[in-house]
């Protein structure tokens, strides 16, 4: 923290007293390229989805490059239980005036939610039902999320910074510290210490 | 011989892209230190990530003016005297942890720094317009962010209202200074003078809109070209406290590389 706030600073009688504030719960998918999957990328908490959706850009857009969020009221979605045996599910015809869901599936158990596609049904029972026939083959659980209860950033939208962000990502440190630890190694010190160590400790 | 650090600050273009980017460079540095500390989580890591922003930008316009003059941008952005900084009062005006005063201080400044950038996208050197291009865009993305906070806090409970409303009234008398001319001691020259009033008159506008819709009241006038500040090399306390803090690691061992 700078020193300068520490001068003379107190938080007493600073803060008002809480509040009952509503504080929405939203899951947040992210786009890596233009026509890729909408991978889940987490969650946030967040006061309504505008904001949830400028916070899920400043957060989970900042991760790695994106071109495009989705999120939802964690409420909105339904999902199977997680199961390794085939998902029962039947079919039913899209209806052109049915509303559109989502789909999202998880392959594996602990994998991440991929947007698998869309079902237009009449209801959640249909959706999760014509999802797990279309898309739920190997997979342990499917998810539909009305679409009319996503939001989505604006296309063209800026998310990742478009000058040099490689100093944010890990892989980019990753890279430089491995490169030093490499050169170290290389070093007869390195070898000398090894020896050193093995000799008095073990 | 030539000092690399002179023809900088004695060239008028350069000086137009130095003032802003000092500014980011202070204004990132004091709002980092909300890093950890934000009112909600999300706030906490949306700033931190517009700080972020802020140095970086700092950093892009270094590196143009490194690349022009043969310096190394930390060289440029840590190694320089008080009185060679660019940054407006505005930047290093002490917070004391009030959050409405953060938020305050980069609304005003992300309306400025968006035209701004807008003329520097307009020189004539194609590496510079390149980097212009690419910090408008995000900051873009800053304006956005703060004036839809500025209208919900304005709009929100009587404390709310209140706090900013008297964020805006503390920062407001720092904010004619934005606008103040650097380089006083240099030949004049067009590129100084010719777009000040059109500068104010843009940012007037685009900062009054969103207070109307927030409810919120400022008043702030174009200073004479005759007040020195911040923008000259005149700082006041609190920038020597922050320049002082900014730089105690580049201080502690002189020409290390880190």
Redesign the interface.
């Known amino acids: 923290?700078?020193?300068?706030?520490e001068q003379g600073?107190t938080?007493a009688d600073?803060l008002?007293p809480a509040t009952d504030s509503v504080v929405g719960h939203y899951v947040v998918y992210t786009q890596k390229k233009e026509g890729a999957p909408h991978r889940y990328a987490g969650w946030?908490?967040?006061p309504d989805i505008?904001?949830a959706t400028?916070?899920a850009?400043?957060?989970y857009g900042?991760d790695e490059s994106c071109v495009n969020i989705w999120l939802h009221d964690r409420t909105q979605m339904h999902e199977t239980p997680v199961s390794d045996t085939p998902l029962p599910g039947e079919d039913t015809p899209d209806d052109p005036g049915a509303p559109t869901w989502a789909v999202f599936t998880q392959k594996r158990r602990g994998d991440i939610h991929v947007e698998q596609g869309h079902v237009q049904v009449a209801d959640q029972e249909a959706a999760l039902s014509a999802a797990i026939s279309r898309f739920g083959m190997d997979m342990t659980q499917v998810r539909v999320v009305p679409r009319d209860s996503m939001a989505s950033t604006e296309v063209d939208r800026?998310i990742w910074?478009?000058?040099?962000?490689g100093?944010?990502l890990a892989k980019g440190y990753s890279k430089s510290v491995r490169a030093k630890w490499d050169a170290f190694r290389k070093t007869e010190d390195i070898e000398e210490y090894r020896k050193d160590d093995i000799e008095n400790h073990f | 011989m030539t000092n690399p650090m002179n023809n900088l600050l004695n060239a008028p273009e350069a000086i137009l892209v130095l003032k802003m980017a000092d500014d980011k460079l202070f204004l990132g540095h004091?709002q980092s230190?909300w890093t950890g500390?934000g009112p909600?989580?999300?706030?906490d890591?949306?700033s931190s990530?517009?700080a972020?922003?802020d140095l970086?930008?700092a950093l892009?316009l270094y590196e143009y003016l490194g690349n022009r003059f043969g310096l190394d941008p930390d060289v440029i952005a840590y190694e320089r005297e008080p009185g060679q900084y660019l940054c407006c009062d505005l930047v290093t005006v002490?917070d004391?942890?009030?959050w409405a005063t953060s938020l305050v201080r980069r609304w005003l400044f992300t309306h400025y720094a968006a035209p701004v950038l807008d003329q520097l996208a307009l020189f004539e050197d194609k590496e510079l317009v390149e980097?212009a291009r690419?910090?408008r865009?995000?900051e873009?993305?800053h304006v956005?962010?703060l004036d839809?906070w500025m209208r919900?806090l304005g709009s929100g409970s009587d404390?709310a209202r209140d706090r900013i409303q008297k964020a805006i009234d503390l920062l407001s008398t720092h904010a004619g200074m934005l606008f103040e001319l650097p380089g006083r001691d240099l030949e004049p020259d067009d590129s100084f003078c010719c777009s000040r009033s059109e500068l104010f008159k843009e940012w007037d506008t685009n900062t009054s809109s969103v207070l109307e819709q927030a409810g919120l009241m400022m008043q702030v006038e174009l200073p004479d070209l005759k007040t020195i500040g911040g923008r000259n090399g005149v700082h006041a306390d609190?920038f020597a406290?922050?320049h002082a803090?900014m730089g105690t690691v580049r201080s502690a061992d002189p020409g290390a590389a880190w």
Do not use: G, W
Request: glycine residues 0%; proline residues 3%.
């Open positions: 923290m700078s020193k300068i706030r600073f938080f600073e008002p946030l908490n967040a505008d904001m400028k916070y850009c400043e957060h900042q800026v910074r478009t000058h040099d962000q100093y944010r | 004091m230190d500390l909600i989580l999300e706030e890591i949306a990530s517009m972020q922003d970086s930008h892009v002490p004391e942890f009030n980097r690419k910090l865009a995000e873009a993305l956005e962010y839809d919900r404390e609190h406290a922050a803090e």
